[in-house]
């Protein structure tokens, strides 16, 4: 069963740091490419960072540099650091799942399995 439960978001004034955690089955974690979605009401699910099963990870440009990917180490949670927030920052981050790889693009569509999300809200 993959279910991903998202954790970590809140309010944070602009220039903070935020850590956002997925956990899913340690089962089935490593055979996960995995990535981070967020979505601002009335537009459209825009993908952040995605780790692919090698390890290989993709950026959209407007957080290159100031977000972080990664798998931890107990085997069943993805994170997402998240510095030098920003008000355009503030939107719900989904995390999601696919069985295969996934194209750098970070597509919604590429991805079967999706937490219900976690808000995070930047302030200025």
């Known amino acids: 069963q993959v279910q991903p439960v998202e954790s970590g978001g809140g309010s944070v004034q602009a220039g903070g740091s935020l850590k956002l955690s997925c956990v899913v089955s340690?089962?089935?974690?490593?055979?996960?490419?995995m990535a981070w979605f967020r979505q601002v009401s009335g537009k459209e699910r825009e993908g952040v960072a995605a780790i692919n099963r090698d390890g290989s990870t993709y950026y959209t440009e407007s957080v290159k540099d100031r977000f972080t990917i990664s798998r931890g180490n107990a085997g069943d949670t993805l994170y997402l650091q998240m510095n030098s927030l920003n008000p355009q920052d503030t939107a719900m981050y989904y995390c999601a799942a696919a069985a295969y790889d996934i194209s750098p693009h970070i597509r919604p569509t590429d991805f079967e399995y999706w937490g219900r999300g976690t808000q995070v809200t930047v302030s200025s």
């Open positions: 340690r089962w089935i974690f490593s055979s996960l490419s």
